[in-house]
T-cell receptor
Framework: GDSVTQMEGPVTLSEEAFLTINCTYT??????LFWYVQYPGEGLQLLLK???ADDKGSNKGFEATYRKETTSFHLEKGSVQVSDSAVYFC????WGGGSNYKLTFGKGTLLTVNP | DTEVTQTPKHLVMGMTNKKSLKCEQH?????MYWYKQKAKKPPELMFV???????INESVPSRFSPECPNSSLLNLHLHALQPEDSALYLC????????????????FGPGTRLTVL
């Protein structure tokens, strides 16, 4: 079945540091890939998405590129801020084969950014 | 309006109580979802409604009873819950399409923090 593996952390960085959170996936066909962010005490917000190979999703300074050859969708940001402290979930969706409507999540990565 | 709203924000209930969680969206989405999220874990899918009909029930205990009264509203009725049911309950919605290019971008609400005593 489908699966998503992401580095679990926790990750602790200083403000303005470079961020990478690794995410790899296993799925048949051509899944769509997402990064969701969950700030403390809140629901999930879609951060960025990519629907086909070589697509780059970007939002709020975060980027991730859909790499089919390495089945990866790593999240990066050049300079993190304290306000980026949150849990980040990598996820995939695939239509068909009983997977309709289902999001497969990674376990989440807690990011803490210190001033 | 690109928002999913949920009420109440917090709920404390005893094991013999009956309560309901409510979810609303006005994005014209025809698929709506209930998730359960325990601390430090990803959300777990409970139910999916498509065009107001129950499409997926992920073997959820019958003490959780979903209802979709119309295309904008989704309820989760709770009865005889156990302390282990304490969690954050998230509602989400997405577009519906028969297109093979559909990707399942789900929009989440802020959640209801449920505590069962």
């Amino acid at each position: 079945g489908d699966s998503v593996t992401q580095m679990e952390g926790p990750v602790t960085l200083s403000e303005e540091a470079f961020l990478t959170i690794n995410c790899t996936y296993t799925a048949t066909g051509y899944p769509s890939l997402f990064w969701y962010v969950q700030y403390p005490g809140e629901g999930l917000q879609l951060l960025l998405k990519a629907t086909k190979a070589d697509d780059k999703g970007s939002n709020k300074g975060f980027e991730a590129t859909y790499r089919k050859e390495t089945t990866s969708f790593h999240l990066e940001k050049g300079s993190v801020q304290v306000s980026d402290s949150a849990v980040y979930f990598c996820a995939l969706s695939r239509w068909g084969g009983g997977s309709n409507y289902k999001l497969t999540f990674g376990k989440g990565t807690l990011l803490t950014v210190n001033p | 309006d690109t928002e999913v709203t949920q009420t109440p924000k917090h709920l404390v209930m005893g094991m013999t109580n009956k309560k309901s969680l409510k979810c609303e969206q006005h994005m014209g989405h025809r698929a709506m979802y209930w998730y359960k999220q325990k601390a430090k874990k990803p959300p777990e899918l409970m139910f999916v409604y498509s065009y107001e009909k129950l499409s997926i029930n992920e073997s959820v205990p019958s003490r959780f009873s979903p209802e979709c009264p119309n295309s904008s509203l989704l309820n989760l009725h709770l009865h005889a819950l156990q302390p282990e049911d304490s969690a954050l309950y998230l509602c989400a919605s997405s577009q519906e399409s028969a297109s093979p290019d559909l990707y399942n971008e789900q929009f989440f609400g802020p959640g209801t923090r449920l505590t069962v005593l």
